[in-house]
């Protein structure tokens, strides 16, 4: 299972393994109260990605199609977080933005839900 939940929220027992999916450290958060398990700043989009989408929801659905477009490029960054949610049943991704619905973090959980289905569709 993924889920997503902002870095600033307090961690729970709940959020299995938690990983930062942002580019830039969590302004005022230090590494112990974060709770980070994975910075994996890597799958972030880049900063031109970041800065064109700015958060405008009348973006969203093309910035989920240019992020994805980034990361077909680094599949192997997918394939990890896949691995990591298969050996600990259960990951979070984590996010300082504070949009909940409409950022990296949710994009990401969706590309991963979408793959996992594919996936199971072929061996199903």
Do not use: C
């Not at 997503?4 to 027992?13: F, H, L, N, S």
């Not at 992020?67 to 896949?82: F, M, Q, T």
């Amino acid at each position: 299972m993924i889920r997503v939940k902002r870095v600033y929220d307090a961690p729970d027992e709940g959020d299995g393994f938690r990983v930062l999916v942002d580019r830039l450290w969590p302004r005022g958060l230090s590494k112990e109260k974060a709770k980070v398990d994975l910075w994996l700043r890597e799958v972030s989009p880049s900063d031109g990605l970041r800065k064109w989408y700015s958060h405008d929801p009348r973006k969203w659905d093309l910035f989920r199609e240019r992020y994805a477009g980034e990361l077909s490029h680094r599949e192997g960054l997918l394939e990890r977080i896949g691995a990591i949610e298969q050996e600990n049943g259960r990951v979070t991704l984590l996010f300082g933005s504070k949009e909940p619905r409409i950022n990296n973090a949710v994009a990401l959980q969706m590309m991963l839900e979408s793959r996992a289905n594919r996936g199971r569709k072929r061996t199903g």
